[in-house]
């Protein structure tokens, strides 16, 4: 709670609402919402096989898109339950991840969290099928198309 509230300081986001999903695996969602906070769902594996640099860059990752206007947009239409929509453009996961290093001021951090959950596994019981957009990282099992490959962006990360 405390991290998540530093962090939520550091971004401008305002207070997140959060909440835990029971995963093994290391993931994280974030919904913006009108008016507050977004509310944020991490994964028990998160919190459990995390240190507090990863964490700090995880949380950063989240409510970092939940500022972004693009994503705000893009939840806006989910919302609503509309077919077509703002079209979601996975490329803009490299611009957050930026900006959440940026926020954090230690790529590496954020680049081992992203690390840990490739290795740990990014799996989040349900179907994510509408949805999936919102996690940070792929949370099906059948391995979706609307998330970039996890081991680029920690290559771009770890090169920044």
């Not at 507090?52 to 609503?80: K, P």
């Not at 490329?91 to 991840?97: E, K, N, P, Q, T």
């Not at 994510?128 to 919102?134: G, L, P, Q």
Request: proline letters at 5%.
């Amino acid at each position: 709670m405390n991290l998540a509230s530093s962090v939520a300081t550091m971004t401008g986001s305002g207070d997140a609402e959060l909440h835990t999903v029971d995963a093994d695996s290391i993931n994280i969602a974030s919904v913006p919402r009108d008016g507050s906070g977004p509310v944020v769902v991490i994964t028990r594996g998160a919190s459990e096989h995390l240190g507090v640099v990863e964490m700090e860059g995880l949380v950063a990752a989240a409510l970092v898109r939940a500022t972004s206007q693009t994503f705000t947009d893009h939840c806006r239409d989910l919302s609503r339950l509309w077919s077509i929509g703002t079209a979601y453009e996975p490329d803009a996961l490299f611009v957050d991840d930026a900006a959440a290093a940026r926020v954090t001021r230690f790529p590496p951090a954020l680049a081992d969290a992203y690390a840990m959950a490739a290795s740990t596994g990014t799996v989040v019981p349900g179907d994510w099928s509408t949805t999936a957009t919102v996690w940070l990282f792929d949370p099906s099992s059948s391995g979706g198309t609307v998330h970039p490959d996890l081991h680029d962006r920690i290559t771009i990360l770890r090169e920044s």
